[in-house]
């Protein structure tokens, strides 16, 4: 299997605090592949190295082969990247098909001649457009609320929608941090047959960050590790449970967290 | 306060309007409704950059300015017609934009607000001091009228039919990109960059393009002035002017276009109106603005009303109104 997501000796430090620590880690094309580790160990910020929100101190990131360590967040969106924040990060005056729209992009790229004297061709891309995340709403079980504004909908879906919004980029990879924080027992269930069913159905590479353990084992292919910043343990999700050291940095997170 | 934009009261409106200079010939009653037109669009244009992208500018009066410098500039010296020299100025005031905004949209909120304050008094000292093209302090005199096949528009009556095509083309433009996939970027841009950079929007291009378009549309407003009044000199171009075109957008509710129309017209008209309070106007009218952004801070016509997404109906999707509680 080749690789999608590449990354080599990754650093990032803040001041004197190194939040991801010379790491290196591979993504197989098709692979669900999950992040976990204590609260700080670097997650987010590892997700921030990959997006562009941060350019790392030191290393590489390679996508699909292409070095894209120094391209801008909306360059990787174009090159095929897209993310959901631990933060709910809606746009949340618009509504929730409204969302969708301009993660597409046929409609946030837009010309302005077009949108001002634009007539059938127009409309039949932004039919096209509507029709295309209507149907990621229908996937992510959202098309009776299209219209709701974002603000209103309950938290659990929020979430879905923030996914779905990932997926209107049409990416290749989609990075999911905490997608199931805050959801009940039920909401989760679904959330892992709507992650399997953008791998399998629309054939998309996961990339994700999960604190809840049962929903992590289930559902990777591979995990890795982190802990203070640092890539403790890979492998499969047997291994992971097994691995000494991945069990004492979760031992002992009481103890950590008071140092910070 | 509830108005209703239904068809029927926009026609009832528009034909009032249309018949306007029609019942009354006093050219004062024309006058006050034209500058009220060239400051409809000052205000549309402003709420395209301030109230709908979120850029706030307080140098607004300096692309109207240059507006109408350029415009009087080329059709006194080189003759220009003044239909070519309405597209002439709002193309420099939006390349004055571009240039601007290149290393300033960079800038946050207040940082964004005093670089465009600091504009706005340069180019009113560059009009000062280069006496030699603008005749500094004395203005320039003599601006021609518009001609249609050698016919002189002189009349009032015609720059009041002129404004308000010059209004309507103004709304339906924006109307159009509002509503457009720009449009809907640019609201990611005001609401939140990291997010709309998550989605693959480049948040300086869309600010960029907001902040083109509307000094292109203030130049546009400025040209036209300076035909009519046929005299400009620098003292219009002032701060003052810049803050009234902000209170109207304000007033009128920003990011909404029929707010910013309301809010040109009651503060044209209010002055005017409360002129027998003679000094105490201004002291009234500051009262009144302090009263309404106290009792509705969201403007006459902001947040309240959320206007139906015409991305979706173009694309045949039927019926689509979205709404915001307030
Ligand atoms: N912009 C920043 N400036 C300074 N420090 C930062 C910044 N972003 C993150 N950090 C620090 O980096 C460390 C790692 O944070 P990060 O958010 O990546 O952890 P995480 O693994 O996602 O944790 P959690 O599970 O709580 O989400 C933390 O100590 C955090 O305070
Ligand atoms: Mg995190």
Same mark, same amino acid.
């Given at each position: 299997?080749?690789?999608?997501?590449?990354?080599?000796?990754?650093?990032?430090?803040?001041?004197?605090?190194?939040?991801?620590?010379?790491?290196?880690?591979?993504?197989?094309?098709?692979?669900?592949?999950?992040?976990?580790?204590?609260?700080?160990?670097?997650?987010?910020?590892?997700?921030?190295?990959?997006?562009?929100?941060?350019?790392?101190?030191?290393?590489?990131?390679?996508?699909?082969?292409?070095?894209?360590?120094?391209?801008?967040?909306?360059?990787?969106?174009?090159?095929?990247?897209?993310?959901?924040?631990?933060?709910?990060?809606?746009?949340?005056?618009?509504?929730?098909?409204?969302?969708?729209?301009?993660?597409?992009?046929?409609?946030?790229?837009?010309?302005?001649?077009?949108?001002?004297?634009?007539?059938?061709?127009?409309?039949?891309?932004?039919s096209k457009v509507v029709e295309d995340c209507?149907n990621i709403l229908e996937m992510i079980g959202?098309?009776?609320?299209?219209?709701?504004?974002?603000?209103?909908?309950?938290?659990?879906?929020?979430?879905?929608?923030?996914?779905?919004?990932?997926?209107?980029?049409?990416?290749?990879?989609?990075?999911?941090?905490?997608?199931?924080?805050?959801?009940?027992?039920?909401?989760?269930?679904?959330?892992?047959?709507?992650?399997?069913?953008?791998?399998?159905?629309?054939?998309?590479?996961?990339?994700?960050?999960?604190?809840?353990?049962?929903?992590?084992?289930?559902?990777?292919?591979?995990?890795?590790?982190?802990?203070?910043?640092?890539?403790?343990?890979?492998?499969?999700?047997?291994?992971?449970?097994?691995?000494?050291?991945?069990?004492?940095?979760?031992?002992?997170?009481?103890?950590?967290?008071?140092?910070? | 306060?509830?108005?209703?934009?239904?068809?029927?009261?926009?026609?009832?409106?528009?034909?009032?309007?249309?018949?306007?200079?029609?019942?009354?010939?006093?050219?004062?009653?024309?006058?006050? &409704?034209?500058?009220? #037109?060239? *400051? /409809?669009?000052?205000?549309?244009? %402003? !709420? =395209?950059?301030?109230? +709908?992208?979120?850029? $706030?500018?307080?140098?607004?009066?300096? &692309?109207?300015?240059? #507006?109408? *410098? /350029?415009?009087?500039?080329?059709? %006194? !010296? =080189?003759?220009?017609? +003044?239909?070519?020299? $309405?597209?002439?100025?709002?193309?420099?005031?939006?390349?004055? #934009?571009?240039?601007?905004?290149?290393?300033?949209?960079?800038?946050?909120?207040?940082?964004?607000?005093?670089?465009?304050?600091?504009?706005?008094?340069?180019?009113?000292?560059?009009?000062?001091?280069?006496?030699?093209?603008?005749?500094?302090?004395?203005?320039?005199?003599?601006?021609?009228?518009?001609?249609?096949?050698?016919?002189?528009?002189?009349?009032?009556?015609?720059?009041?039919?002129?404004?308000?095509?010059?209004?309507?083309?103004?709304?339906?433009?924006?109307?159009?990109?509002?509503?457009?996939?720009?449009?809907?970027?640019?609201?990611?841009?005001?609401?939140?960059?990291?997010?709309?950079?998550?989605?693959?929007?480049?948040?300086?291009?869309?600010?960029?393009?907001?902040?083109?378009?509307?000094?292109?549309?203030?130049?546009?407003?400025?040209?036209?002035?300076?035909?009519?009044?046929?005299?400009?000199?620098?003292?219009?171009?002032?701060?003052?002017?810049?803050?009234?075109?902000?209170?109207?957008?304000?007033?009128?509710?920003?990011?909404?276009?029929?707010?910013?129309?309301?809010?040109?017209?009651?503060?044209?008209?209010?002055?005017?109106?409360?002129?027998?309070?003679?000094?105490?106007?201004?002291?009234?009218?500051?009262?009144?603005?302090?009263?309404?952004?106290?009792?509705?801070?969201?403007?006459?016509?902001?947040?309240?009303?959320?206007?139906?997404?015409?991305?979706?109906?173009?694309?045949?999707?039927?019926?689509?109104?979205?709404?915001?509680?307030?």
């Amino acid at each position: 299997m080749s690789a999608i997501l590449k990354v080599s000796n990754a650093t990032m430090q803040f001041g004197g605090l190194v939040a991801v620590d010379d790491v290196s880690v591979v993504q197989r094309e098709g692979e669900i592949l999950s992040l976990i580790g204590p609260n700080g160990a670097g997650k987010t910020t590892f997700f921030n190295l990959l997006t562009g929100v941060y350019k790392p101190t030191k290393g590489q990131i390679l996508f699909l082969d292409e070095d894209i360590t120094n391209l801008k967040p909306y360059e990787r969106v174009e090159k095929g990247i897209s993310r959901t924040f631990q933060n709910i990060r809606l746009f949340s005056e618009l509504t929730t098909l409204e969302n969708l729209l301009v993660a597409h992009p046929d409609c946030n790229r837009e010309g302005l001649i077009e949108s001002i004297f634009g007539r059938s061709k127009l409309i039949a891309k932004r039919s096209k457009v509507v029709e295309d995340c209507e149907n990621i709403l229908e996937m992510i079980g959202l098309k009776d609320q299209e219209l709701e504004l974002a603000t209103n909908l309950p938290y659990g879906k929020q979430r879905l929608l923030e996914i779905g919004r990932a997926l209107a980029t049409n990416p290749r990879l989609v990075l999911l941090d905490e997608p199931g924080a805050g959801m009940n027992g039920l909401e989760k269930e679904e959330l892992s047959s709507l992650i399997i069913n953008i791998t399998k159905k629309l054939n998309k590479n996961i990339l994700l960050i999960e604190h809840d353990m049962k929903f992590v084992m289930s559902i990777s292919d591979r995990i890795i590790v982190f802990d203070h910043g640092v890539k403790i343990a890979e492998g499969l999700p047997e291994e992971i449970q097994n691995n000494q050291q991945v069990i004492e940095a979760y031992l002992g997170r009481g103890i950590t967290d008071d140092e910070e | 306060m509830k108005i209703k934009l239904t068809k029927p009261v926009l026609a009832v409106v528009f034909a009032l309007l249309l018949a306007l200079p029609l019942v009354t010939t006093n050219n004062y009653v024309l006058h006050i &409704f034209i500058s009220m #037109g060239i *400051y /409809v669009i000052l205000s549309l244009s %402003l !709420n =395209f950059v301030t109230g +709908f992208a979120g850029q $706030l500018s307080l140098g607004h009066a300096a &692309f109207y300015g240059i #507006g109408s *410098y /350029v415009g009087a500039l080329i059709m %006194l !010296n =080189f003759h220009v017609n +003044f239909f070519l020299a $309405l597209i002439i100025s709002a193309v420099v005031s939006g390349l004055f #934009g571009f240039l601007l905004g290149l290393p300033t949209l960079r800038l946050k909120g207040d940082y964004l607000a005093i670089v465009t304050l600091g504009f706005g008094e340069i180019v009113r000292l560059v009009f000062i001091n280069w006496a030699k093209v603008t005749r500094g302090p004395l203005g320039l005199p003599g601006i021609p009228k518009p001609t249609v096949f050698g016919v002189e528009l002189n009349t009032s009556m015609a720059f009041y039919y002129m404004a308000i095509v010059m209004i309507i083309v103004t709304v339906v433009i924006m109307n159009k990109i509002i509503n457009s996939g720009i449009g809907m970027a640019m609201q990611t841009v005001k609401a939140d960059e990291i997010a709309a950079e998550s989605v693959g929007i480049q948040p300086i291009k869309y600010k960029m393009l907001a902040f083109v378009i509307s000094s292109a549309f203030a130049g546009i407003a400025g040209c036209f002035y300076a035909s009519f009044i046929s005299y400009i000199s620098p003292t219009t171009f002032i701060y003052n002017t810049s803050v009234t075109i902000l209170a109207m957008v304000v007033l009128g509710g920003l990011g909404s276009i029929p707010g910013s129309i309301v809010g040109a017209v009651i503060l044209t008209l209010a002055p005017e109106l409360l002129r027998f309070l003679s000094n105490y106007r201004m002291l009234i009218f500051g009262a009144l603005m302090v009263v309404m952004m106290i009792y509705r801070p969201q403007g006459f016509w902001g947040a309240g009303k959320r206007v139906k997404n015409i991305y979706k109906i173009k694309a045949g999707g039927g019926k689509h109104v979205g709404h915001i509680k307030g």
